[in-house]
């Protein structure tokens, strides 16, 4: 066990009980956040939709229509548990509890390398950071992947100091896990796996005749993490050939079509083809303009305040900028640490940089597709702000280096919780000054449309959503999402020469469609994008065919008359 250095902080004992104060509150603060009803993007989508729907089927069953049901769902099982139990927001204390769990984890990990000061700063720093905060009020699944990568990488660092088997598979078996809560896990396993004979050969004195056992040891932590992401692995084999479906489905499947990888959010937004850093590069470049000098400060870019929640082009997520500057403080003065502390710094570094370059390898670069690098950047951290006490040679001096960042960087993740609560008002609907339904008319913009479908329209409706982004969640009528892409939905329809508004309305009525749920403004504008004949096409099909029923805002519903 690495020892606990000494620390002038330590021996505050405002500070002692500052900490464990604050730390209450926020978890505090994050309970109120999330006790209002679900209405983030990808719990309606995906994390309470697809639960919902194998309810009312009464078992899990495949979805094809719904490219996202075939993701792991480990976490969406749980959610599955409330939603049966009769509640939507208990499904985000679910999530909230993977980042408490985390939390906990760091405690205990940095208690044992570090003064306790910053065990409970640790904790409370992570907790408190914008992203976390975010998804810890969310029906998402990231917080399972952040528990389940830190575990992880902290299970090999027990391995390495106690050389027990049993570490070394509880690693690969919540690395497991983590795969069948997001497949992002699958780069998680990718990493741990090449760290692990590296971390064996370099904690060992003797270097020779070693190579095997590291990479018997890196062929077990594998197989312990593909055992425990075997069902969702399996189910999708036996239902598409290929078990991590929709990924790679053209080397699984060499005659098929390429899936789609993404669900359609219902933005305007266009993405130019390409991948790696290229992509992430062109695209922001094409979409945003950005010239190179901004392109090339991206990393440091992501820090600070530019990052905004619910913007793809900032980023659609907030961090924090000392989760840069304090790990670069600790990276400083690596050399003058022991030999077991190196190694495991240099692991968290490691696996932040590998991870970070993962995230130029998609085209949209957003901050939640970072966040299982977050706690190893905390650790950092707090190794970096004590390293800044230990180098102050007077107490009082000591005392200010350390309190000016601790001040700065808390008060950042401070400023963003008073900003949800501002945007989320809970206490609207705690106090009943809201009901439901009026509390997600106010946080939905289609909310209104989607009550008249519950209540005025028969249980035989069935709608068809164009450009509504998937979600399906609040609609307990039978539907159906049309999108961009889809060869055999409205949008394709409207653009096939020699179709006509009677054929079209044939065919909505051979697959049953009584009724048609549009956002038109996003449908506007990809008509405007079209050739004149399928502009004139939709005029007629809408004069002739569709009757409007209700608008709100740039939602209309109508029904056909065909």
Known sequence: MIGQPTSFIDNHKVVRLLLPACLLLTIVCLTLLACTPPFDRDGLIHHLQIPKLYLQHGGI??????????????????YMGALWLGSDILPKYIHMAFALATALLLFFHLKKRLPSTYAWLGAFFFLSIPVIVKLSVTVYVDLGLVFFGTAALILLFRWLETRQLRHLLLAGFCCGLGIGTKYNGLLVLFILTVMVPVLFIRSQQQKEKLTIPAMKAAVLFCCAALLAASPWLIRNAVWT?????PLYNGFFNHTAAPAAEQADTGTEEAKPKGGGVRGVFATRHVLYGENIWQLLLLP?????????????RYFDGRLNPFLLLLPLTALLFFGKLGRQARLEQAALAAFCLLYFLYAFNIEVLRIRYLVPM????????MHGLHRLEVLAETRSFASAVWLIPVVLMLTWNGMYIRQQFEKIDPFSYLSGRLSRDEYLAKQIPEYPLLQHINSKLPESAKILCIF???????????????QQGNADGLLAWLKQRGMTAEKIGQRLHEKGFSHLLIRRDLLYNQLRQEEINTQQLWMELGQRHLQPLSSHLYYTLYQTSF
């Open 241 to 245: 050939g290929n078990p991590v479906y």
């Open 61 to 78: 069953y495949e979805i094809p229509e719904l490219v996202f049901s075939y993701y792991p769902m480990n976490l969406d099982l749980l």
């Open 468 to 482: 509504m982004g998937w979600r399906g969640y609040y609609i307990n009528r039978p539907h159906s999402f049309d």
């Open 300 to 312: 440091v870019r992501i820090f600070f305040h530019e990052a905004q929640d619910d913007d793809p």
């Open 374 to 381: 977050v706690p190893f950047l905390v650790i950092l951290s």
